[in-house]
């Protein structure tokens, strides 16, 4: 067959077959890069805020369809859609406190309109009715060295701008011993009440914000659930099905006294 095409016409068929080869593999290598930026955005940012009742982030990541109703529902545009280049799952819900925080909206529209249950009504339910008090959006923590109230000057913004003043942030008095006269009004937040709506974020008059909110998981420690707090029935509930582990060491095979006599040999000649 090739006998019969004109030498001029094979040499630009071979021209043509290795320029759309070339562009062909172009295009895979751009893919796989675009698809490599994405795989690395979808495992990125933990430290991202989710709505009001969000599961937590690999249960949500799993059920969020990307739908952004909940943003439509917002009416505060406190909640944004995760864009490419973001660092964050793409498609996915997020706010930002410092920039717009939740408002607390007492309907919490964005939660009941979500078709996946991405976000949870349960999550923020108190007695059969929907109640954003109930919320863990993340906790507020507060950066003691800039914050300007540790100073001993008189700022209590955080305080005021709290949904749940006096709950969730309180003020402690403590005397200024710098001066002699005057006292340190300082905020301090309440862990088991704060809802991470970043109001506080929001109101706080340094120039980066002294306090913030970070995902709850982040910033708490977790003591195990061998550990029992024997001052609290409730928690001494959990003791009800407990079994004995015992194990057995060396040491453990002696009696207490003969330990307690063992001198380690400090008297062998």
């Known amino acids: 067959m090739s006998k019969n095409i004109p030498k001029k016409d094979q040499n630009l068929s071979r021209r043509e077959f290795f320029l ?32 009001p009742g969000a599961l937590e982030e690999d249960d949500f990541l799993t059920k969020c369809i990307k739908c952004g109703l909940c943003v439509e529902a917002c009416p505060f545009d406190t909640l944004l859609l995760a864009s490419p280049g973001s660092n964050k799952p793409i498609g996915t819900p997020y706010f930002i406190p410092r920039e717009v925080p939740c408002y607390m909206c007492l309907d919490i529209p964005c939660v009941p309109i979500c078709p996946t249950n991405a976000l949870d009504e349960s999550l923020v339910t108190r007695a059969g009715k929907l109640d954003i008090n109930k919320a863990d ?45 005057h006292s340190f009004l300082t905020p301090k937040v309440h862990p088991d009440v704060c809802t991470g709506c970043g109001l506080c974020e929001r109101a706080c008059i340094t120039e980066k914000a002294s306090i913030f ?20 029935k409730e928690d001494e509930k959990r003791l009800i099905n407990a079994k004995e582990i015992k194990t057995t060491t060396e040491i453990s095979k002696r009696s207490p006294m003969d330990s307690l006599n063992d001198m380690g040999g400090l008297f062998d000649d």
């Open 137 to 181: 959006m993340g906790l507020a923590i507060i950066d003691e060295k800039a914050c300007i109230a540790f100073w001993g000057i008189q700022c209590d913004a955080c305080h005021r701008a709290c949904p749940l003043i006096d709950e969730a942030i309180t003020i402690e008095y403590k005397k200024n011993e710098r001066t002699g006269k």
């Open 20 to 51: 759309r080869s070339t562009r062909s593999a172009g295009l895979l290598v751009l893919g796989g890069l675009v698809w490599s930026a994405y795989v690395d955005e979808a495992n990125s940012s933990p430290l991202i805020l989710r709505p």
């Open 213 to 232: 909110v970070l995902p709850r998981e982040l910033v708490t420690g977790y003591a195990g659930s061998h550990y029992i707090k024997g001052w609290d």
